[in-house]
């Protein structure tokens, strides 16, 4: 069993995170970036097919990490603004484990996740495994005008699988998640309005 939260070094490239900017930038242009945009400090992004499909890709790895067999639930997108605090919480009941993965530049690793207390510092390239559910986490403000940050949700009962959705990148059921989300929505990200100007 997980005691808590581990980080995994190095388990994403530069050309995948490249890949991801590039993939964000070509939905942004096609309008199939999906969630909410309410907030003016933090911006969500729900089951992005890409997100959805590095989250099944995922699962064996949690699985082993964590000793016991684990299902992928959902993922979701948050593009943190300056100055926003992620308040200290524990994960809903459907979530048992998250895969946390920064979207970012070398210049922007310096924005710690706090687990109980204790500081967890992530490079370019980590990935953090966090019970959530059991530790309270939370983060201090956001140093950066935009920080990307992909969590990836993952749930030991069977009957959660998927979040009760029908597949992974299917949209949420009502019970789940009650407020309605948007279409077509944009993301503040300087790198991505560069692509999606010149390179997709």
């Known amino acids: 069993m997980l005691e808590g939260v581990c980080i995994i070094q190095n388990a994403i490239s530069e050309r995948e995170l490249d890949i991801i900017y590039r993939y964000l930038a070509v939905s942004e242009n096609i309008g199939q970036l999906k969630g909410n945009k309410d907030a003016t400090d933090a911006h969500m992004y729900y089951a992005l097919p890409y997100f959805e499909a590095m989250l099944s890709h995922y699962t064996d790895v949690i699985s082993q990490t964590v000793k016991e067999k684990v299902y992928p639930s959902y993922s979701f997108l948050w593009n943190y603004k300056k100055g926003y605090q992620l308040p200290r919480h524990k994960d809903r009941n459907s979530v048992d484990y998250i895969i946390s993965i920064g979207i970012h530049k070398q210049a922007e690793c310096e924005w710690p996740l706090f687990v109980d207390g204790k500081e967890m ?58 407020s309605p989300f948007k279409e077509h929505l944009t993301i503040d990200d300087d790198y991505i309005s560069e692509l999606r100007s010149l390179y997709v």
């Open 121 to 178: 510092n992530m490079d370019v390239g980590d990935i953090l495994i966090l019970d959530g559910k059991r530790f309270e986490h939370w983060r201090e403000a956001c140093p950066y005008n935009n920080r990307l940050q992909l969590i990836l949700c993952y749930t030991r009962d069977p009957f959660l699988r998927f979040d009760k959705r029908v597949h992974l990148g299917f949209e949420p059921i009502p019970e789940v998640i009650t």
